[in-house]
């Protein structure tokens, strides 16, 4: 079992800048792939960024890539994403997840999940 806990969400203005952090707890962190998703209202939870692997490979979204940086700590079980020149459509609840045998960009790929933190971009 793993336990995820985000933190480090905000309002901000757009053009601003967020660091989001996720401490993880539990099991042998470096075995698990780590991923972002973000959910705004009324919309399906989406794919932002992940990692994955002793090489840390990362992945984004097409929506975020060039703006947002995922990265990982492991002596901390921690995993960050680094949002910069932030716009009001990335708004949502950020999510960080984590899987021990697949490090694909769906949410049905991830067995554990954080409570999320609520991220606000004012126009």
């Known amino acids: 079992q793993v336990q995820l806990v985000e933190s480090g969400g905000g309002l901000v203005q757009a053009g601003g800048s967020l660091r989001l952090s996720c401490v993880a707890s539990?099991?042998?962190?470096?075995?698990?792939?780590m991923g972002w998703f973000r959910q705004a209202p009324g919309k399906e939870r989406e794919f932002v960024a992940r990692?994955?692997?002793?090489?840390?490979?990362?992945s984004y979204a097409d929506s975020v890539r060039g703006r947002f940086t995922i990265s990982r700590d492991n002596a901390k079980n921690t995993v960050f994403l680094q949002m910069n020149s932030l716009k009001a459509d990335d708004t949502a609840v950020y999510y960080c997840?984590?899987?021990?045998?697949?490090?694909?960009?769906?949410?049905?790929?991830?067995?554990?999940w954080g409570q999320g933190t609520q991220v606000t971009v004012s126009p």
């Open positions: 997840a984590a899987d021990r045998w697949r490090h694909g960009s769906s949410p049905r790929e991830y067995d554990y």
């Open positions: 539990g099991r042998t962190f470096s075995n698990y792939a």
């Open positions: 990692v994955w692997g002793s090489a840390m490979i990362t």
